[in-house]
Structures are given as structure tokens and as C-alpha cells.
């Protein structure tokens, strides 16, 4: 599924429109990511949390050449399902 795909899916079931429903979506993903961008937590109740850690700095190595590389520490974000999700998946 992809971003018009959703829109389409939500747009039915709110009953608006697709321009409206790709607003919605797009007003929730800036919402989410300025909250982590803040170092926020941001959880969706029944859906999962969103949360941002810092990766510490580590040695690589370049596939090409094989050569040792340092990867810079950096802040990442980090989905966590929760229980209902896990468990509507899972029933697959």
C-alpha cells in the first residue's frame, strides 16, 4: 500500500475526500516527525510508538573495497508495533 492508496482507503471510510484525506495524512506525518524531531515519543494507542535513540559511532566496512570506514553516531527513529497490531498481523 502506498500513500494514494491510503488516501483512498481513509477518504472512504471518513467520507471526504481524497485531497482531504492526503492533507490528513500529511498533517499526521509532519506531526510525528516534528515531535521526533523534538526527541518526543509519540504513541498511537493500539497501533504502535514511534521513538528516536541515538546510535552510537561504529567501524564499517566499504563492500566495494573492503576497507575500514567510521560511521558517525546518529539519531535514528524507531517503530515499535503494539499488542493489536502485533496480534492482527499475526494471525495471518
Partial sequence: MNKSDLAGTISVDAQMSKTQANKAIDSAIHAI???????????????GSFTVYQRKARNG???QTGSVIKIK?????K?????????AVGRG
Fill in 33 to 47: 516527525t516534528g515531535a521526533l524531531k523534538r526527541g518526543d515519543h509519540v504513541t498511537l494507542s493500539g497501533f
Fill in 61 to 63: 566496512r566499504n563492500p
Fill in 73 to 77: 553516531a546518529q539519531r535514528v527513529a
Fill in 79 to 87: 517503530f515499535s508495533p503494539g499488542i493489536d497490531l502485533k496480534k
